[in-house]
C-alpha cells in the first residue's frame, strides 16, 4: 500500500477511532477500510447478483456474502485468494479478462470493472484480503479518514433497509441540487451596479403582485443583464458570441416562444418600423406578447406535458374523462394571470384542502372553490382504471405509485420510484422516504366534485351534447328491442312448458317503465330479478337472454357498454371537477360510472396505514411509516435537521407537503422550475434532465446562473413572467444562430453548452398544425372550452377499437369548420387513439411526465407533410385566402411569402413560384377530382366472446348529419389548386419549419 496513505490513516485513527483500532496493526486496518469503503460496495455491485443474492440460484458454487463462503471458493476447487502470490489469485485473474484459465468477471462486457476497481481489489488482496465482521464493519463507517474527501459525504436521511446503505457515501458533485440556494455574486458586475438588483430593489417574497418589469439594458455581454454575465464568465477561451439577430428574425423567434404562432405581416412591420433601439422596441415586444391571452396556451402545453393531461383513461378501459378539459384551461389561466408559481403548487397538489381551510370561519367562495378543486386534477391525470378484471388493490397502489412519482419528477425533479422495490443505488432516497411520502396520500380518495362553472370558462359548443343524446337514445333502443324479443321468446317459453305466466306477467307490469340500479331503462333481466326475488322456483322461470342470436348477444353488450360509457361523456357539460378529497378509501370492485364524493367520507372506509412494501408488491408488509417529506432535500436544504413528519389525520396531509414544496427554503423546488423556463426558451436546460436532478442527470452547465436565478424566482414573487423578461432581454436570448467562425465554434464548444449562438429549433407538431392554419386564415383564436375534433386520418378515425370489454365509438370531427380548426392544445386527447400526424412529430405520449420534448427526422414526416389529404386542404385554404386578399398573381406569391416566411420573396423566388403555379395548373387541368362523401354510419365486423361466431353492427355517426367539410379539391377550380401546390412547397420548407 501508497506509505503516504499508510501514514494519513495512522494519523487519522490517532485523531478520531484510534480506539477503535488500538489492537490492529496500521496495513490491516487501512485494508479492513479499502474493503468497508469500495471492496465491499464493488461486490455488492458487480458480483451478488450472481453469487449471493439468490442462495438457490449462486453460480459455480462461489457465496460472496461472507467471510468464510468467500475463502471457501467454489465449485472451481481454487481458493479465491492466493496469499504467497497475491498477483496470480483467481479473483484478480478473472476480472483482469485476459487469463485464459478463467472465465471473465463479470461475465458482460458492458459490466466489466474498470481499471480504478480492480486497482482497489488488489490492493486489498495484496494486503491479505481482510474482510472484517459486521461489528467492525458498523464502527469502520463512523471512522473519518481520508476517503471522505476521496468518496464523498455521507448524507443524513430517514435511514435504509440495511445499515450498509444508510451509511454510504455520495459525490458531493451528485449531490447539488440539494444544496441550499446560494445567490453567486453576478461575475464582472459591481454591487452597486447589478441589473437583478436594481430591478427588485424594495421588492421581497410575499410581494407577489409588484411591477417588476423594468427595461433590461442590452449593453454587451458584461452589460447589466447578470444572464450575459453568468455565460460570459463560462465561454470558452478564444470564442466569441455571435452578434445579435435580426429584427425579423428575433421577432418570429419570440412571438413561437411566447404564443406559440409565428407574428402577423402587420406585426412585422411595426417592430421593423420602430424608431425606437433595437432593446428598447424588443422590450415593447415581450410585453406585447406577455399580455397576450395566447401566451398561457402555449405555456400552458409546456405545463400539460410535464401534468401528462389527457381526456382519457388509458389501458384497456380507455373511457373519456368529460370534465378534465377543465384542469387544461385552468392551467392555461394561470399562466396568462401569472399566478405566482408557489400558489400554483399548492393548488394542484392541496386545492381542495386549501378551499376548506380558507372557509373555515366564514362563508366559502363558491367561485374560488371551483377553481382550486378543478386545480387538483392535477394528481389525477396519470392513466388508471378500476374494472371487475382488476384487482381493487393493485387498482389502488397503481394510482399511489403515480401520484408519488409524479409528484416528486414535477415539483422536485426527483425520480423516486426506484426506491418504491429499494433504497435508491445511486441518489440518497430511501425506500422510507418513498413509502413515507406515499403515506401522505393515503387519505386522499378520487372523485368528480361539484364545483361551479367559472365566469372565465367558455361554454361554447354544449349544444353538441346532442349528439351524445341521440347515441344515448340508439342505444336504448337496441336494449328494448332486445327486451321485446327476450319477452316475446319468455312467453313462448311459458307456452311451450305449459307454465302459468300469471307471476311473470305480474312482474312485466310492475317492471316495465322504470330505472334499473345503473340508470337505464329497465327491462327484461330485470323481470327475472323480480321473479328469482319473489321466489318463484328457477325451472319457472325462463332462462337468461331468451331468444337470443349471437348477434344479440354482441348487440346487448355492445348498447349495454356503450350506455355505460356515455355517462363520462355527459360530465364534460356539467358543472363538475375531475378532483380529488381527503377521506378514508372506500371499498370498490369496479369503476362503471364517474365517481362522486361520498357523503360519509370520513368515517366510512379504510383509514389506510402505509408500510413499506419489499420489492414493490403492493401485496407484501414492511414495517409502518408515517407521512413525511424527502429528508435528504430536508437536511442537507438546511431546512430542518432531520425528517420532517407530516399530520397524521385524514386532512391537512397534502397541504403540509405543499407548503413544504413550495417553502422558499426548499433547495429543489425553484430550481426544478427555472431550470424548466430556461429549456422551454432555449431548448437545453441547465441541467440537462428537468424531472431528475439527482446523480443520473445531466450536472449543469452554468450551476452559478442556475442558482442565481432560482433565488431570484423567488426573490420577484415567483412570477414567471419576471423571468421571462429577464431571459428573452437578454444579449444570450437575442443572438444570432450563425456564428460567423462555426469551426471554430464546433472545436471549442462541441457540446452546444455555450450559448455562443443561439440554437435553431424545429416547431413542434402543435405549432406546424396551428401555424399552418393560422397563414391559411382557418385559425379560430378562441380561448378554452371543451375538447374539439379535427379531421384525421380516415382509417385511423374508424378503425375499430376496444374499450370497457367492447367496442368504443368511432372518432368524429366536430361538424364545423370553426369547430375542428382550433389551436391543437384543445384538441381531444385520447390516449388510445392518437392523431398520427402528432405522433410523427414526436408529441409525447401522456402516460408519462414529458420533461423535454424530442424531434426526429424521419421519412413518414415527409408523407405526412406533403402527401396528407390535411396538408392538401390546408395549402387549398392557403391558395384561397391569397386569392381573395390580392388582385394580381405577382402580389399573391408576395402575400404568400409575407404570411408563410415574414418576408417579401426575392425576383428569383417569384419566378419559380409563377413558373410552378402555371405547370402545376395545367396539371391539374387534366386530373379529375371526386367529392368525398361524407359518412354517416360505419358497419363492424366482430366476434362474440359468449359464442364465438362472427356477428356485424352498425355504428351510427350522428355528427355527419351537420358536417359541413372544407373546401374540398373537387370545388375548386385548376388555377386555385395549381396555387395550392405553390402553397404546399410553403409550407414544407425549412423556413416555415423552424425557428431560428
Known amino acids: 500500500m501508497n506509505p503516504i496513505l499508510c501514514r494519513t490513516l495512522l494519523a487519522a485513527f490517532a485523531c478520531g477511532g484510534g480506539s477503535v483500532f488500538a489492537a490492529v496493526p496500521a496495513k490491516t486496518a487501512a ?83 474498470s481499471d480504478e476497481q480492480i486497482a482497489y481489489l488488489e490492493k486489498w488482496v495484496n494486503a491479505g484480503a481482510p474482510w472484517p465482521d459486521a461489528a467492525r464493519m458498523a464502527e469502520l463507517a463512523k471512522v473519518a479518514s481520508p476517503w471522505d474527501a476521496a468518496d464523498g459525504v455521507m448524507v443524513k436521511t430517514s435511514g435504509g433497509l440495511a445499515d450498509e446503505w444508510t451509511n454510504r457515501r455520495y459525490k458531493p458533485e451528485d449531490l447539488w441540487a440539494y444544496r441550499p440556494l446560494k445567490r453567486s455574486p453576478v461575475p464582472g458586475i459591481g454591487a ?44 470558452p477561451a478564444g470564442l466569441t458570441p455571435a452578434s445579435p439577430a435580426d429584427r425579423r428574425t428575433l421577432l418570429r423567434r419570440a412571438t413561437f416562444d411566447l404564443v406559440g404562432l409565428p407574428p402577423t405581416p402587420e406585426e412585422i412591420a411595426a417592430f421593423l418600423g420602430d424608431a425606437d433601439s433595437d432593446e428598447r422596441a424588443f422590450t415593447h415586444v415581450v410585453e406585447r406578447l406577455l399580455a397576450s391571452p395566447h401566451y398561457g396556451e402555449k405555456w400552458g402545453r409546456h405545463w400539460l406535458d410535464v401534468a401528462r393531461y389527457a381526456d382519457s383513461s388509458g389501458f384497456a378501459n380507455d373511457f373519456v374523462r368529460g370534465n378534465a378539459w377543465r384542469y387544461r384551461d385552468y392551467v392555461v389561466r394561470a399562466f396568462n394571470d401569472d399566478k405566482p408559481y408557489d400558489r400554483f403548487i399548492r393548488e394542484q397538489i392541496a386545492g381542495d384542502e386549501m378551499a376548506a381551510a380558507e372557509a373555515s370561519g366564514s362563508p366559502p367562495d363558491p367561485l374560488r372553490t371551483s377553481e382550486m378543486l378543478v ?19 393493485v387498482a389502488r397502489q397503481r394510482f399511489l405509485d403515480d401520484v408519488t412519482q409524479t409528484v416528486g419528477e414535477t415539483f422536485l425533479g426527483q425520480a423516486l420510484q426506484c426506491a418504491r422495490c429499494h433504497d435508491h443505488k445511486i441518489d440518497p432516497v430511501p425506500t422510507r422516504d418513498y413509502y413515507s411520502m406515499q403515506a401522505i396520500f393515503a387519505t386522499t380518495q378520487l372523485a368528480d366534485r361539484p364545483a361551479a362553472f367559472l365566469p372565465a370558462e367558455n361554454r361554447a359548443g354544449f349544444e353538441e351534447k346532442k349528439y351524445l343524446e341521440q347515441r344515448q337514445e340508439f342505444y336504448r333502443g337496441v336494449l328494448k328491442r332486445l327486451d321485446e324479443k327476450s319477452l316475446a321468446a319468455a312467453r313462448a317459453w311459458y307456452a311451450d312448458k305449459q307454465i302459468d305466466p300469471a307471476p311473470f306477467e305480474q312482474a312485466v307490469a310492475e317492471v316495465l317503465g322504470t330505472r334499473n340500479n345503473r340508470g337505464r331503462d329497465a327491462g327484461y333481466a330485470e323481470v327475472r330479478a323480480a321473479l328469482m326475488k319473489r321466489g318463484i322456483p328457477e325451472e319457472r322461470i325462463p332462462p337468461k337472454l331468451a331468444g337470443f342470436t349471437p348477434e344479440d348477444y354482441g348487440q346487448e353488450r355492445i348498447a349495454r357498454k356503450g350506455l355505460e360509457r356515455l355517462k363520462w361523456d355527459f360530465d364534460r357539460y356539467e358543472p363538475v371537477a375531475f378532483s380529488v378529497y381527503s377521506g378514508r378509501t372506500p371499498e370498490l370492485k369496479s369503476v362503471l360510472a364517474p365517481m362522486r364524493m361520498s357523503g360519509g367520507r370520513a368515517g366510512a372506509g379504510e383509514l389506510e396505514e402505509t408500510c413499506i412494501r419489499p420489492g414493490g408488491d403492493p401485496f407484501a408488509s414492511g414495517p409502518k411509516v408515517r ?18 413528519e407530516l399530520p397524521t389525520a385524514i386532512e391537512g396531509r397534502r397541504l403540509a407537503l405543499a407548503d413544504w414544496i413550495a417553502a422558499e427554503k426548499n433547495p429543489l423546488t425553484a430550481r426544478v422550475m427555472v431550470n424548466r423556463i430556461w429549456l422551454w426558451h432555449f431548448g437545453q436546460a441547465l441541467a440537462g434532465n428537468p424531472n431528475n436532478l439527482g446523480a443520473t442527470g445531466r450536472k449543469p452547465t452554468h450551476p452559478e446562473l442556475l442558482d442565481w436565478l432560482a433565488a431570484t424566482f423567488i426573490e420577484r414573487g415567483w412570477s414567471v413572467k419576471s423571468l421571462h423578461r429577464l431571459i428573452m432581454n437578454s444579449n444570450t436570448y437575442r443572438r444570432a444562430a450563425q456564428h460567423p467562425e462555426p469551426a471554430r465554434l464546433a472545436e471549442k464548444d462541441p457540446n452546444k453548452t455555450s450559448y455562443a449562438v443561439f440554437q435553431p429549433r424545429r416547431l413542434t407538431a402543435e405549432e406546424l398544425r396551428d401555424t399552418m392554419l393560422h397563414v391559411t386564415g382557418e385559425l379560430n383564436p378562441m380561448l378554452g372550452g371543451i375538447p374539439v375534433r379535427p379531421e384525421v386520418n380516415r382509417e385511423v378515425a374508424l378503425q375499430p377499437r376496444q374499450v370497457m370489454g367492447t367496442f368504443a365509438e368511432a ?27 402528432m405522433e410523427v412529430f414526436n408529441a409525447p405520449s401522456p402516460d408519462l411526465s414529458c420533461e423535454r420534448r424530442d424531434a426526429s427526422t424521419v421519412t413518414p414526416q415527409v408523407f405526412s407533410m406533403f402527401n396528407s389529404q390535411a396538408s392538401y386542404h390546408r395549402a387549398l385554404a392557403f391558395a384561397t385566402r391569397l386569392m381573395k386578399e390580392t388582385k394580381s398573381r405577382d402580389a399573391a406569391l408576395c402575400r404568400a411569402f409575407g404570411l408563410a416566411y415574414g418576408r417579401a420573396p426575392g425576383a428569383g423566388e417569384v419566378g419559380a413560384g409563377l413558373a410552378h403555379w402555371d405547370a402545376m395548373t395545367a396539371r391539374h387541368r387534366t386530373l379529375k377530382f371526386e367529392p368525398t362523401a361524407v359518412r354517416s354510419e360505419v358497419v363492424r365486423e366482430a366476434v362474440e366472446e359468449n359464442t364465438g361466431e362472427r356477428f356485424t353492427f352498425t355504428e351510427p355517426l350522428e355528427a355527419a348529419a351537420d358536417f359541413i367539410p372544407d373546401l374540398q379539391p373537387a370545388a375548386a377550380a385548376p388555377d386555385l389548386r395549381g396555387l395550392a401546390e405553390v402553397c404546399l412547397v410553403l409550407l414544407n420548407s425549412n423556413e416555415f419549419a423552424y425557428v431560428y
Not at 455491485?45 to 438457490?56: I, P, Q, R, T
Not at 396519470?382 to 382488476?390: I, N, Q, S, V
Not at 429528508?631 to 432531520?642: F, N, P, R, V
Open 31 to 113: 485494508a479492513e477500510l479499502l474493503f468497508a469503503r469500495k471492496v465491499w460496495p464493488l461486490l455488492q455491485e458487480k458480483c451478488l447478483a450472481c453469487h449471493g443474492k439468490e442462495e438457490d440460484k449462486i453460480k459455480g458454487d462461489f457465496d460472496l456474502r461472507t467471510r468464510e463462503s468467500f475463502a471457501a471458493g467454489g465449485a472451481s476447487g481454487f481458493a479465491p485468494v492466493n496469499g504467497r502470490t497475491p498477483a496470480r489469485s483467481p479473483i484478480l485473474r478473472a476480472v483482469r479478462r485476459h487469463d485464459g484459465d478463467f472465465e471473465p468477471m463479470p461475465p458482460k462486457e458492458n459490466d466489466r470493472l
Open 192 to 235: 452597486g451596479e447589478t441589473e437583478g438588483k436594481r430591478e427588485i430593489e424594495g421588492t421581497r417574497v410575499g410581494e407577489r403582485r409588484a411591477s417588476l418589469h423594468l427595461p433590461v439594458s442590452p449593453s454587451p455581454y458584461l452589460g447589466r443583464n447578470p444572464i450575459d454575465a453568468f455565460i460570459a464568465a463560462r465561454l
Open 375 to 393: 386545480a387538483t386534477g392535477f394528481l389525477r391525470m396519470g392513466p388508471w382504471e378500476l374494472t371487475g378484471m382488476e384487482v381493487p388493490k
Open 627 to 644: 407521512p413525511a417529506v424527502p429528508s435528504a432535500a430536508t437536511i442537507l436544504g438546511e431546512m430542518q435537521d432531520a425528517p420532517i
Open 811 to 837: 372518432w368524429q370531427p366536430s361538424p364545423t369548420p370553426a369547430q375542428r380548426h382550433r389551436r391543437s392544445l384543445y384538441v381531444q386527447q385520447v390516449r388510445g387513439l392518437g392523431d398520427p400526424f
